[in-house]
């Protein structure tokens, strides 16, 4: 296996900027972005097995069960063994970091650490080109034309699970089931924590940090 490649997984809270950073990463490092949000939205429009069966726990803003996902994520990795890649979203509970961790040598974890009032404000005024998973966001990353894809001139649309109550639900969950996952890569000595209340702020330092690590 080529040494250079990057593996590196990126988390945090719903709503923390992983797939606005994601896209910076992988435009400025060359990987692929393998989004678990972005490819079961993409099953539910397609009408797949995978997509029916995790539209329920998605619009309620639950975790789909582990045994959907990580097959469904181990599945997409292996068709990319001879790229660098970034994970968006996998792992999220215990069971699918030790999957992870026994499939995969990861390189890094990166932790976006950002206050919860911030989320809770940006999810409202998010706006998504479902089909590619491009995200925009009223105030801070425009799309050109209001309600409209920049790149494909396709009509933008707000996440089903973006709504208050399913909002909710998602940080609990991800206070309960992923933050703990914090601690379990940092005693692998792989995570790198972010903090900050913007994008803008985080995205220099990530920056830095690959540029330092991998190049
Ligand atoms: P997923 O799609 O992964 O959603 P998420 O983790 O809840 O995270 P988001 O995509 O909502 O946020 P993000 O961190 O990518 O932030 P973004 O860059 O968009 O998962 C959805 C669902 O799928 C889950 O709830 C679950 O049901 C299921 N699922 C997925 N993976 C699973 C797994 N492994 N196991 C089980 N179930 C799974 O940024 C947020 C907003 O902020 C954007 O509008 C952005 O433009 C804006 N923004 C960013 N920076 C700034 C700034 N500086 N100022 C203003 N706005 C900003
Ligand atoms: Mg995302």
Avoid at 88 to 115: H, S, Y
Avoid at 182 to 203: A, H, Q
Wanted: glycine content about 8%; proline content about 6%.
């Amino acid at each position: 296996m080529n040494s250079n490649l990057i593996r590196a997984v990126i988390m945090g809270a719903p709503g923390s900027g992983k797939g606005t950073v994601s896209a910076r990463l992988v435009k400025t490092f060359n990987m692929h972005h393998i989004s678990s949000g972005d490819l079961l939205r993409s099953n539910i429009e397609q009408k797949t097995e995978l997509g029916r069966i995790a539209d329920k726990y998605i619009k309620e803003g639950k975790l789909v069960p582990d045994v959907y996902i990580t097959q469904c994520i181990l599945g997409e990795l292996d068709k990319i063994r001879t790229s660098s890649w970034l994970l968006d979203g996998f792992p999220r509970t215990p069971e699918q970091a030790e999957d992870l961790w026994q499939a995969e040598k990861i390189d890094t974890v990166i932790n976006l650490d950002v206050p919860f009032d911030v989320i809770i404000d940006r999810l409202k005024s998010r706006w998504v080109h479902l089909p590619s998973g491009r995200v925009y966001n009223i105030g801070f990353n425009d799309p050109k034309v209001r309600g409209v894809d920049d790149i494909t001139g396709e009509p933008l649309s707000q996440r089903p699970d973006d709504n208050p109550a399913a909002v909710r639900k998602r940080l609990e969950i991800y206070d309960a089931c992923t933050r703990p996952l914090n601690e379990y890569f940092r005693k692998k000595g792989v995570l790198v924590t972010f903090s900050g209340r913007t994008t803008n702020e985080i995205w220099p330092n990530v920056k830095k940090y690959f540029d330092g690590k991998f190049r």
